[in-house]
């Protein structure tokens, strides 16, 4: 078929949809159908629907067909921080903060400028830390149930470069990656930008499907899993003990990776051991300040196995070079005053009340979520579409994030994720009750 033949057909599909005359929802022929219609190949009617889906203009659900995008919203929605409009109410990212952290932040600054060693501040750090913050990030850890030697800690710009030090370091394009069908977008983008061949399992009651896992690495050589088994994004749930040695006798029998994202735990206590203790020798375990301190703050860390280490600090070195030495000394500070354990309290606190007021806000509503998380899982009725009410929500000054970027599979549920720790607790309550309007359709 011509190339222009097929370029028109794209042409008009879009030029339809920008127009309005294909409203967003419209369900289009199916492929058979388009070939009837236009005469073409089932090759080129897939090609067409594919350069369509590619700009965001539609979106293919397997078993269901191809419907029209909701063009307003804008895409990377919950993966790329979007600037919210003046009086939005923004449910996309956690970024909680607590009335006193700007004092803790002077009087931590105060001190910093007071200290002897100022000077050492204004130079690199090494790769990975200075061995006395490596000492107190190895103490924080002890709160996780985590017992490592200084020397196999390392310290990084937040826990999102800690993932990317782990891929850069550890894997290589081509290795298998296994994660959940609904993960973490920083991850999920990470690999895809990294070439790792992503396969995605299944979830029974939030959790990993350990059956399937294990059909995988039959079939094929896994190279690592992703795992957030303490306090799961997007879902809230926490894996079971059992589950957990489950997953660390996997790892020793088929040779693979554990990496083990532990950014939201802090809000999951008590909670069961982390699988780096488990399987201490097949786990990298990756957390950080931003949320149990401020998001602001860009302090991450990696415990790994020893014989791991080096390729870490290679890949911390050519990537970063070293973390700001200020604002490691500030959160080091923080650490061993107590000022990060007695954060993390009061956010588990305030993460409770959130959660209570979202339960009785969205009452009858199905929602998934942790009692002490910073975020929630509502899946929308099957004749409601979420990119519509995704943009319903953004245009009456609401923003929320659909399942698609938490998406790791072919398909996406109808679901949004709601982040509660950003907003006063007024505006999230009157923010959740418009959620509650759209969501009903």
């Given at each position: 078929m011509p190339a222009i033949r097929y370029k028109t057909i794209v042409d008009d599909f879009s030029a339809r949809i920008g127009s309005g005359a294909l409203r967003p929802g419209t369900q289009l022929p199916t492929l058979r159908a388009l070939m009837r219609q236009h005469r073409i190949a089932l090759a080129t009617a897939s090609r067409v629907y594919g350069e369509l889906?590619?700009?965001?203009?539609?979106?293919?659900?397997?078993?269901?067909?191809?419907?029209?995008?909701?063009?307003?919203?804008?895409?990377?929605?919950?993966?790329?921080?979007?600037?919210?409009?003046?009086?939005?109410?923004?449910?996309?990212?956690?970024?909680?903060?607590?009335?006193?952290?700007?004092?803790?932040?002077?009087?931590?600054?105060?001190?910093?400028?007071?200290?002897?060693?100022?000077?050492?501040?204004?130079?690199?750090?090494?790769?990975?830390?200075?061995?006395h913050e490596r000492a107190s990030v190895a103490k924080h850890l002890r709160n996780r149930g985590i017992r490592v030697p200084a020397e196999q800690v390392l310290i990084v710009n937040g826990a999102q470069q800690g993932l990317s030090s782990v891929v850069l370091g550890l894997l290589k394009p081509g290795d298998v990656l296994a994660l959940d069908a609904l993960t973490y977008p920083g991850m999920k983008t990470l690999a895809q930008t990294f070439r790792l061949d992503l396969e995605a399992l299944p979830q029974r009651d939030g959790a990993t499907c350990l059956d399937a896992l294990e059909a995988l690495c039959r079939r094929r050589p896994v190279r690592a899993l992703y795992a957030m088994p303490t306090l799961h994004n997007p879902l809230g749930s926490v894996m079971a003990a059992p589950a957990r040695r489950r997953l660390a006798a996997l790892?020793?029998?088929?040779?693979?990776?554990?990496?083990e994202d532990g950014a939201y735990a802090f809000l999951a206590e008590p909670a069961p051991a982390p699988l780096f203790t488990l399987a201490p020798r097949r786990t990298v375990y990756v957390s950080g300040l931003s949320k149990s301190v401020a998001s602001g703050l860009r302090f991450g860390f990696v415990a790994a196995p020893a014989p791991l280490m080096p390729a870490l600090q290679r890949a911390i070195r050519v990537s970063t070079w070293s973390t700001p030495s200020l604002t490691v000394a500030l959160g080091c500070e923080w650490i061993e005053a107590g000022e990060v354990d007695a954060l993390e309290e009061r956010k588990r606190v305030d993460a409770r009340r959130r959660q209570s007021l979202a339960r009785r806000v969205l009452s009858g509503c199905a929602i998934t979520a942790h009692p002490s998380s910073y975020y929630l899982w509502l899946a929308l009725p099957d004749e409601l579409r979420a990119d519509g009410v995704a943009a319903q929500l953004e245009r009456q000054g609401v923003m929320v994030t659909t399942a698609e970027p938490f998406a790791a599979g072919a398909h996406a549920p109808h679901a949004l994720r709601l982040a509660l720790g950003s907003v006063a607790l007024d505006a999230l309550e009157a923010a959740l009750r418009q959620v509650r309007l759209a969501a009903q359709g």
């Amino acid at each position: 078929m011509p190339a222009i033949r097929y370029k028109t057909i794209v042409d008009d599909f879009s030029a339809r949809i920008g127009s309005g005359a294909l409203r967003p929802g419209t369900q289009l022929p199916t492929l058979r159908a388009l070939m009837r219609q236009h005469r073409i190949a089932l090759a080129t009617a897939s090609r067409v629907y594919g350069e369509l889906e590619a700009a965001g203009l539609v979106a293919a659900e397997t078993g269901r067909g191809t419907f029209v995008r909701d063009t307003s919203l804008p895409r990377g929605l919950g993966l790329e921080q979007q600037a919210a409009r003046r009086g939005a109410v923004d449910l996309t990212f956690n970024y909680p903060s607590l009335p006193g952290q700007a004092e803790l932040l002077r009087d931590g600054l105060r001190k910093l400028a007071g200290a002897g060693d100022l000077d050492a501040l204004l130079h690199s750090a090494p790769q990975g830390g200075r061995p006395h913050e490596r000492a107190s990030v190895a103490k924080h850890l002890r709160n996780r149930g985590i017992r490592v030697p200084a020397e196999q800690v390392l310290i990084v710009n937040g826990a999102q470069q800690g993932l990317s030090s782990v891929v850069l370091g550890l894997l290589k394009p081509g290795d298998v990656l296994a994660l959940d069908a609904l993960t973490y977008p920083g991850m999920k983008t990470l690999a895809q930008t990294f070439r790792l061949d992503l396969e995605a399992l299944p979830q029974r009651d939030g959790a990993t499907c350990l059956d399937a896992l294990e059909a995988l690495c039959r079939r094929r050589p896994v190279r690592a899993l992703y795992a957030m088994p303490t306090l799961h994004n997007p879902l809230g749930s926490v894996m079971a003990a059992p589950a957990r040695r489950r997953l660390a006798a996997l790892a020793e029998r088929y040779d693979f990776l554990i990496i083990e994202d532990g950014a939201y735990a802090f809000l999951a206590e008590p909670a069961p051991a982390p699988l780096f203790t488990l399987a201490p020798r097949r786990t990298v375990y990756v957390s950080g300040l931003s949320k149990s301190v401020a998001s602001g703050l860009r302090f991450g860390f990696v415990a790994a196995p020893a014989p791991l280490m080096p390729a870490l600090q290679r890949a911390i070195r050519v990537s970063t070079w070293s973390t700001p030495s200020l604002t490691v000394a500030l959160g080091c500070e923080w650490i061993e005053a107590g000022e990060v354990d007695a954060l993390e309290e009061r956010k588990r606190v305030d993460a409770r009340r959130r959660q209570s007021l979202a339960r009785r806000v969205l009452s009858g509503c199905a929602i998934t979520a942790h009692p002490s998380s910073y975020y929630l899982w509502l899946a929308l009725p099957d004749e409601l579409r979420a990119d519509g009410v995704a943009a319903q929500l953004e245009r009456q000054g609401v923003m929320v994030t659909t399942a698609e970027p938490f998406a790791a599979g072919a398909h996406a549920p109808h679901a949004l994720r709601l982040a509660l720790g950003s907003v006063a607790l007024d505006a999230l309550e009157a923010a959740l009750r418009q959620v509650r309007l759209a969501a009903q359709g």
